[in-house]
């Protein structure tokens, strides 16, 4: 089944702790981005990657950092997480060719930093 | 700037009721993509469409109906007979046509719709 997968779903940690959330897509796809949902705000797109070892900043990149070692995945680092960063976050990814291919969302990790 | 917004936060109706979702969006770009996703109370992200700027065909499937009209920079959606099970909220988004503008898609703020038995 095709799908992207977020471990983990939900989380609560405390001020500063480096945490590490997964993302991995088994389409095959080049594309891959995290958005971060807010109450009011929508959705906003935090980094995006066209491509192994291609990264770059979104509309609210501070405080985050990603890496794309491997096609299928692009983890989401927060080194020091503050209380700002509680939210709902969403790994996407699409093909690249067309960027009117669909891009399929993961089911959500919601972060709850005290 | 690209920017997506639906004014209505919170819509009630009661079930049989027709309801529409307004959405309003402004880019200069003279070819871009419009979509409405569905978060249920489950959370998770449901892709409902998408119309790229060339298209201004209304689009019908099922209960659903689409209405895109570029002289007003609208795309609203309309529920028929609305049920209970489309309680969730609704997001209009918005992205260029070519991966160099980041692939990004802009969301409108969401309307939460409520539907009553």
């Known amino acids: 089944e095709a799908q992207v997968t977020q471990n983990p779903r939900y989380l609560i940690t405390v001020t500063g702790k480096k945490l590490t959330v997964t993302c991995s897509q088994n389409?095959?796809?080049?594309?891959m981005s995290w958005y971060r949902q807010d109450p009011g705000l929508g959705l906003r797109q935090i980094y995006y990657?066209?491509?192994?070892?291609?990264?770059d900043k979104g509309d609210v990149p501070e405080g985050y950092k990603v890496s794309r070692k491997e096609k299928r995945n692009f983890p989401l680092i927060l080194e020091s997480p503050s209380p700002n960063q509680t939210s709902l976050y969403f790994c996407?990814?699409?093909?690249?060719?067309?960027?009117?291919?669909?891009?399929?969302f993961g089911p959500g990790t919601r972060l709850t930093v005290t | 700037a690209q920017k997506v917004t639906q004014a209505q936060t919170e819509i009630s109706v009661v079930e049989k009721e027709d309801v529409t979702l307004d959405c309003v969006y402004e880019?200069?770009?003279?070819?871009?993509?419009l979509f409405w996703y569905k978060q249920p109370p489950s959370g998770e992200l449901v892709f409902l469409i998408r119309r790229n700027s060339f298209d201004e065909q209304n689009e019908i499937s099922g209960r659903y109906s689409w209405n895109f009209q570029k002289s007003t920079s609208s795309f609203n959606f309309t529920i028929t007979a609305s049920q209970v099970v489309d309680s969730a909220v609704y997001f209009c988004a918005l992205s260029g046509y070519f991966y160099n503008q980041g692939g990004k898609l802009i969301f409108g703020q969401g309307t939460e719709l409520s539907v009553k038995p």
């Open positions: 880019t200069r770009d003279t070819t871009y993509y």
């Open positions: 996407a990814s699409s093909l690249i060719d067309r960027v009117d291919d669909e891009q399929y």
């Open positions: 990657s066209m491509n192994v070892e291609v990264t």
């Open positions: 389409m095959n796809h080049e594309y």
